[in-house]
């Protein structure tokens, strides 16, 4: 027999690969909403957000770059959780590359909201979009 490079679990296609990736996305959000207090507080940022492009009148040309900058730090926060989790899935025991691991997850959720208040500060006090 033949040794296959892909995985056996990746057996479903067309239709009910999509079916069965949106369970699957909506099964994570949800266990994100549920465990993850720092997704939740992402998700709340991004709600604020929003309300305040209404609020603070910001140009709508801005609109689009402000939502992709929010989405954007959700989906680095749902890769940072996904990180954490199967680092402590491996063993909750302290080692360098488990710390690295983590470490580097937090740096790019660091990045995005950084990215993030540079985009609102641009938004409100330059007009710059």
């Known amino acids: 027999m033949k ?3 892909t995985s056996p679990f990746k057996g479903k296609r067309g239709f009910k690969r999509i079916v069965n990736a ?16 720092a997704f939740r ?3 709340v940022l991004g709600l604020l957000g ?7 009148h910001i140009e709508k040309s801005a609109w689009p ?9 959700i989906a680095v926060e749902l890769l940072n959780s996904g990180i ?3 680092v402590d899935h491996t063993s909750l025991e302290e080692h360098p590359l488990a710390k690295r691991a983590k470490d580097l997850g937090s740096a790019a959720q660091s990045v995005c909201l950084v990215n993030l208040a540079v985009v609102w500060t641009l938004s409100i006090f330059n007009g710059l979009f």
Not at 23 to 32: C, I, V
Not at 50 to 56: H, N, S, T, W, Y
Not at 65 to 73: L, P
């Open 65 to 73: 770059i402000i939502a992709a900058s929010h989405f954007f730090c």
């Open 41 to 43: 507080q992402i998700c």
């Open 84 to 86: 954490e989790a199967a």
């Open 22 to 37: 949106t369970h699957y996305s909506m099964s994570g959000l949800q266990m994100a909403w549920q465990s993850e207090s």
């Open 50 to 56: 929003g309300i305040m492009l209404v609020v603070l």
């Open 3 to 5: 040794p296959s490079s």
